[in-house]
């Protein structure tokens, strides 16, 4: 008898975490990460602050643990869209929203709370070389440097470009348009408007014209080599 597969459920010590994880992000995102402490969180929880504890030993590890849920996504989500969709174009529109979407989920409390990071006195995780946010960038930005890296193999973009300026460009673009998109609530247009901001980035990664020139001539010439040898093979 074949046996039907089914989904595990979360075990009960899951969901008190995923609980605290989600009270946490919803608390840091309104109030800020210095106006919350881990009592009011464990409160907002419905556990006690000693149960907090239990899961994660100080309120820089929660806020560590919500970066790495969020990174884990993203990562998750590009490293499926490189694996599935081979046109490099359409790979950089589908990271663009990919990352938009997930950070700004449930109303942006992602996005919010992403700045609120970044605004907070995180020593510990920010400014030390080899640090949690560093490590979760570069596990993050690597998707995109392969399928830039992919492309110029295959010729589409120029080989001189510059890897890690375009990494800027590409994520700090689709920052600050999706703080756009959520002053405007246009998020109902996101494929339309990561398009806009996607298609002059690639756009200045094309040969220029020059290279093109070369690589028509190229083309040319080989087209003739093509037809002298099938006239010397009829002859």
Same mark, same amino acid.
């Given at each position: 008898?074949?046996?039907?597969?089914?989904? $595990?459920?979360?075990?009960? %010590?899951?969901?008190?975490?995923?609980?605290?994880?989600?009270?946490?992000?919803?608390?840091?995102?309104?109030?800020?990460?210095?106006?919350?402490?881990?009592? $009011?969180?464990?409160?907002?929880?419905?556990?006690?602050?000693?149960?907090?504890?239990?899961?994660?030993?100080?309120?820089?590890?929660?806020?560590?643990?919500?970066?790495?849920?969020?990174?884990?996504?993203?990562?998750? @989500?590009?490293?499926?869209?490189?694996?599935?969709?081979?046109?490099?174009?359409?790979?950089?529109?589908?990271?663009?929203?990919?990352?938009?979407?997930?950070?700004?989920?449930? @109303?942006?409390?992602?996005?919010?709370?992403?700045?609120?990071?970044?605004?907070? @006195?995180?020593?510990?995780?920010?400014?030390?070389?080899?640090?949690?946010?560093?490590?979760?960038?570069?596990?993050?930005?690597?998707?995109?440097?392969?399928?830039?890296?992919?492309?110029?193999?295959?010729?589409?973009?120029?080989?001189?470009?510059?890897?890690?300026?375009?990494?800027?460009?590409?994520?700090?673009?689709?920052?600050?348009?999706?703080?756009?998109?959520?002053?405007?609530?246009?998020?109902?247009?996101?494929?339309?408007?990561?398009?806009?901001?996607?298609?002059?980035?690639?756009?200045?990664?094309?040969?220029?014209?020059?290279? %093109?020139?070369?690589?028509?001539?190229?083309?040319?010439?080989?087209?003739?080599?093509?037809?002298?040898?099938?006239?010397?093979?009829?002859?």
């Amino acid at each position: 008898m074949t046996e039907i597969a089914t989904e $595990k459920s979360p075990s009960r %010590a899951e969901l008190r975490e995923s609980e605290l994880l989600r009270s946490a992000i919803e608390l840091f995102a309104e109030e800020g990460f210095g106006n919350v402490s881990t009592r $009011k969180i464990a409160a907002h929880a419905g556990v006690s602050e000693g149960t907090l504890f239990h899961y994660f030993g100080s309120k820089q590890e929660l806020m560590g643990a919500i970066l790495g849920h969020i990174y884990q996504e993203l990562t998750d @989500n590009a490293t499926r869209i490189l694996r599935e969709e081979l046109d490099s174009r359409a790979r950089l529109q589908l990271l663009a929203e990919s990352h938009v979407s997930v950070l700004s989920r449930d @109303n942006a409390l992602f996005m919010r709370l992403i700045q609120t990071y970044r605004n907070a @006195n995180l020593d510990e995780l920010t400014n030390i070389r080899g640090s949690l946010l560093q490590e979760l960038n570069a596990s993050y930005a690597w998707v995109f440097d392969a399928a830039v890296k992919e492309a110029i193999k295959r010729g589409e973009i120029r080989q001189d470009v510059n890897i890690s300026a375009l990494r800027d460009l590409f994520f700090g673009g689709l920052e600050y348009g999706s703080r756009t998109m959520y002053l405007h609530d246009s998020f109902d247009l996101l494929g339309e408007r990561v398009a806009s901001l996607v298609e002059p980035l690639w756009q200045s990664m094309l040969p220029t014209r020059q290279q %093109a020139t070369v690589n028509d001539r190229l083309e040319s010439a080989c087209e003739r080599l093509e037809a002298v040898a099938a006239q010397l093979e009829r002859r």
